[in-house]
T-cell receptor, first 110, second 113 residues
Framework: QKEVEQNSGPLSVPEGAIASLNCTYS??????FFWYRQYSGKSPELIMF????GDKEDGRFTAQLNKASQYVSLLIRDSQPSDSATYLC??????????FGTGTSLTVIP | NAGVTQTPKFRILKIGQSMTLQCTQD?????MYWYRQDPGMGLKLIYY???????DKGEVPNGYNVSRSTTEDFPLRLELAAPSQTSVYFC????????????FGPGTRLTVL
C-alpha cells in the first residue's frame, strides 16, 4: 500500500518566521510531488510541485525533494496570517493515482 | 473557463435515500477523480476514470457507483445512503501529461441522517 505521511500538527509559527512542513512517502517509484493548501471549508489548491531532487523556489515557498530518503518538504518564508491553513502533501506514482497525506495544520500567529 | 464544477454544494439525505453528485470539467482532461474527506482527515479516493467509458475503483468504493459517458462529466451515485457516507466530496480532473496536477472542484458537503 502506498503511504504518504505528514505530521498532523498543529504547527504554530509567529508572523515573519519560517514554517517547515514535512512529508515522507513509501513508494520509491513515485515520480512527482505536490503541495496543496486547503483553507477550512474549501477545496485543495496547488501551491508547488517538484519532480527533481533538490530545491525549487516560488516566491516565499520552497519545495525540497530527496528521493533517496523518500522525503519532501515545504518551507514558507516570511509567514503571514493568511498562510494559516492545512497543507496536504500528494505523491504521484507511475500510474495516475495521487496519494495524499492527512495534512499538517499551520497557524501563523500575528 | 470554469474549471471543475460540482453540484449541489450541500445536501441532507435520509438513511436509505439515493442521490447523484454531479461533476463537470471544461479543461478537456482525460482523467477525473472522486474523493471523500472526513473531518480532520486526508483525501480518500472513491473512483477514478482515465477517459470516457473507463472507470476504476479507488480505496473506498463501497456504496458508490460512477459512470463516464463524456469527457466532461463524471457523476457519482450514492445508493442507499448510510450515516458513514456523511463527508465532503471532491471531484478533481487532471491532464494527460505525467507531471500534471489535479484541479479540484469546490466540493459537496453531504450529511446522511
Amino acid at each position: 500500500q502506498k503511504e504518504v505521511e505528514q505530521n498532523s500538527g498543529p504547527l504554530s509559527v509567529p508572523e515573519g518566521a519560517i514554517a517547515s512542513l514535512n512529508c515522507t512517502y513509501s513508494d520509491r517509484g513515485s515520480q512527482s510531488f505536490f503541495w496543496y493548501r486547503q483553507y477550512s471549508g474549501k477545496s485543495p489548491e496547488l501551491i508547488m510541485f517538484i519532480y527533481s531532487n533538490g530545491d525549487k523556489e516560488d516566491g516565499r515557498f520552497t519545495a525540497q525533494l530527496n528521493k533517496a530518503s523518500q522525503y519532501v518538504s515545504l518551507l514558507i518564508r516570511d509567514s503571514q496570517p493568511s498562510d494559516s491553513a492545512t497543507y496536504l502533501c500528494a505523491v504521484k506514482g507511475t500510474g495516475n493515482q495521487f496519494y495524499f497525506g492527512t495534512g499538517t495544520s499551520l497557524t501563523v500567529i500575528p | 473557463n470554469a474549471g471543475v464544477t460540482q453540484t449541489p454544494k450541500f445536501r441532507i439525505l435520509k438513511i436509505g435515500q439515493s442521490m447523484t453528485l454531479q461533476c463537470t470539467q471544461d479543461m478537456n482532461h482525460n482523467y477525473m477523480y472522486w474523493y471523500r474527506q472526513d473531518p480532520g482527515m486526508g483525501l480518500k479516493l472513491i473512483y477514478y476514470s482515465v477517459g470516457a467509458g473507463i472507470t476504476d475503483k479507488g480505496e473506498v468504493p463501497n456504496g458508490y457507483n460512477v459512470s463516464r459517458s463524456t469527457t466532461e462529466d463524471f457523476p457519482l451515485r450514492l445508493e442507499l445512503a448510510a450515516p458513514s457516507q456523511t463527508s465532503v466530496y471532491f471531484c478533481a480532473s487532471q491532464g494527460a501529461w505525467w507531471g500534471d496536477t489535479q484541479y479540484f472542484g469546490p466540493g459537496t458537503r453531504l450529511t446522511v441522517l
